[in-house]
């Protein structure tokens, strides 16, 4: 079956500007999560939907970063006056319910790759 | 910080050589999971040892669970060039957390 997708693969933005990112999880899969990678180094929780209950959304470095999801299906992650230090690899995975979904794998897109200039 | 953190940082080898990775952490978990990470994009699932585990096999990978001391070791036996690749430990607790990650060469 088709696995975790996100658009688009490379987005490079002028600074100030807003950007949305999408994911596509893997059907069934109730739990969605957001990680930012910068360069050399690792993953950053951002935020995490698990079925109906509120996001947790500690992860969110400022108020410019928002994320939506509807349903148990696709989820944007927004960027508002995005800054240089927004360039990163954004990765969405998904998983099987579970408690914060930690009894089972994450299923990793391939990944945006966000350019401030 | 409830990250783990791994070393080496960096570990060049030559193929066939077995390759040990560790990772630390300082909250308690529910389990731990590995991960492997090509060329900066998508993570792919290795393997995952539960809190009341101590070994874990699986192919030419063997994981190890201490919770006593809080930290996990991934071996990789008779590596590959292929094998080539960022791995990181991923924490399951309260939170989800990641590490640093080792970035593993293996020469051919």
């Known amino acids: 079956g088709a696995g975790v997708s996100q658009s688009p693969s490379n987005k490079v933005t002028e600074k100030g500007k807003d950007v949305e990112l999408r994911c596509d999880p893997i059907s069934g899969h109730t739990a969605l999560y957001w990680y930012r990678q910068r360069l050399g180094q690792g993953l950053e929780f951002l935020i995490y939907f698990q079925g109906n209950s509120a996001p947790d959304k500690s992860g969110l470095p400022s108020d410019r970063f928002s994320a939506e999801r509807t349903g148990e299906s696709v989820s944007t992650l927004t960027i508002q006056r995005t800054q240089q230090e927004d360039s990163a690899v954004y990765l969405c995975a998904s998983s099987l319910a579970g408690v914060r979904g930690g009894q089972y794998e994450q299923y990793f897109g391939p990944g945006t790759r966000l350019t401030v200039t | 910080s409830q990250q783990g953190e791994e070393d080496p940082q960096a570990l060049s080898i030559q193929e066939g050589e077995n390759a040990t990775m560790n990772c630390s952490y300082k909250t308690s978990i529910n389990n731990l999971q590995w991960y492997r990470q090509n060329s900066g994009r998508g993570l792919v699932h290795l393997i995952l040892i539960r809190s009341n585990e101590r070994e874990k096999h699986s192919g030419r990978l063997r994981v190890t669970l201490d919770t006593s001391k809080k930290s996990s070791s991934l071996l990789i036996t008779a590596s590959r060039a292929a094998d080539t690749a960022s791995y990181f430990c991923?924490?399951?607790?309260?939170?989800?957390?990641f590490g640093t990650g080792t970035s593993l060469t293996v020469i051919p």
């Open positions: 991923a924490l399951t607790g309260n939170q989800f957390y």
